[in-house]
């Protein structure tokens, strides 16, 4: 996010998740008071890497979406607008590309200062937002989605700023809802807390089957540099029910390797 020197959208890559290489800022902030949750997709078609963001001023009055656009996930971002979303306020959002139809869509903490969260769908440049946007019916920030045989699942934190409380996972067969809400999908939390941490992202892990990532910021209080990543596997049972259990310490043999093709 938008804290450390020079101020703006970090990158690291990776090629196995376990080790990771800092490639730098990506874009730097700038003017901009509030840089928050930046999401990067790419545009297969123009070949074209869209970041979204939250953008904002000190007093998160403004709450607008930010997108900027790159030839390279190494950046530079260019900055190209910034706006309310069909005139709704957005703070956090979860950025999310259909599989199936390579729709995008962002799933936004909207009006009155978060009661709501709304989905708005993409152009298919990834570029503007467009009036397919509706109130979902779920009141929480952080929002991160996956889809499974059909079933979208959204998985967002509660509301309570930099401090963490329990997540709530939700289901639709539509990604513009109706949403159904199951309560926390985090098993054994003692601290009531998603393991202190705060949805950010959900990953689809290429070469697994169904190997769904929780991201999730565990801020150390304040969003800070001393903020951390808690990496964890989402676990979709079979009556559709999202699990995600702490492992102190685990790999990628949780999950299934895809079967590879037989060679010709
Ligand atoms: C969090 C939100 C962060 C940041 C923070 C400010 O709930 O997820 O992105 O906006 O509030 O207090």
Redesign the pocket.
Known sequence: ?HYGTPRGAACYSSTDLYNWKNEGVVMEKGTIE?F??PKVIYDEINRKYVMWF?Y?GNG?TLAELGVAVSDNPRGPFILKDHYRPNGHES??IGLYVDPETRTAYIGY?ADHT?RTVRMVELSADYMRTTSNDVDIQAHC??PGILKKNGVFYLLT?Q????TPNPGTFYTASNIMGPFASHGSPFIGDAGNNSYNS?PCYIFKIPGYKDAYLYMG?R?NGS?RSASQYVFLPITITADSTMEIHWYKEWDLSFFTPERKRPAR
Do not use: F, I, M, V
């Open positions: 996010e509030t928050e949750r939250h904002d998160y703070r956090d903490a978060n920030e952080g934190s509301c309570s700023g930099w705060q910021d801020w969003g």
